[in-house]
């Protein structure tokens, strides 16, 4: 089984809302990071699970929420007023350090250990 595995994605109308999940053990801290074509993969949202600090991308803040659910051993993001521009691959990524600030890990894709397979995101009307 693959370290990190994505559910949710899909289409949807701008406004819109949709939830991702990701699952997998073994990390202190998860986040999403999406890629749009003929983009870099850049930071969304990310979650430190040993402080709960969380870090938003300046363009989502407001919007998404990233959360643990400790019964699933998931870490979710919910999407909420979706735009256009959002839609990318989303991907799920997890850190084994337990030192990493949340912020860098949503900032340096280096500081990346594992990523999931990724999950596609529409939003088009």
């Known amino acids: 089984q693959a370290p990190l595995v994505e559910s949710g994605g899909g289409s949807v109308q701008p406004g819109g809302s949709l939830t991702l999940s990701c699952e997998g053990s073994g990390f202190t801290s998860k986040g999403w990071f999406r890629q749009a074509p003929g983009k870099a993969r850049e930071g969304v949202a990310c979650?430190?699970?040993?402080?709960?600090?969380?870090y938003y991308a300046d363009s989502v803040k407001g919007r998404f929420t990233v959360s643990r659910d400790n019964a699933k051993g998931t870490v979710t993001l919910k999407m909420n007023s979706l735009k256009t521009e959002d839609t990318a691959v989303y991907y799920c990524?997890?850190?084994?350090?337990?030192?990493?600030?949340?912020?860098?890990?949503?900032?340096?894709?280096?500081?990346?250990?594992?990523w999931g397979q990724g999950t596609q995101v529409t939003v088009s009307s």
């Open positions: 990524a997890g850190i084994i350090n337990p030192f990493t600030p949340v912020q860098t890990m949503c900032t340096v894709t280096q500081a990346i250990d594992y």
């Open positions: 979650f430190n699970g040993n402080d709960g600090t969380t």
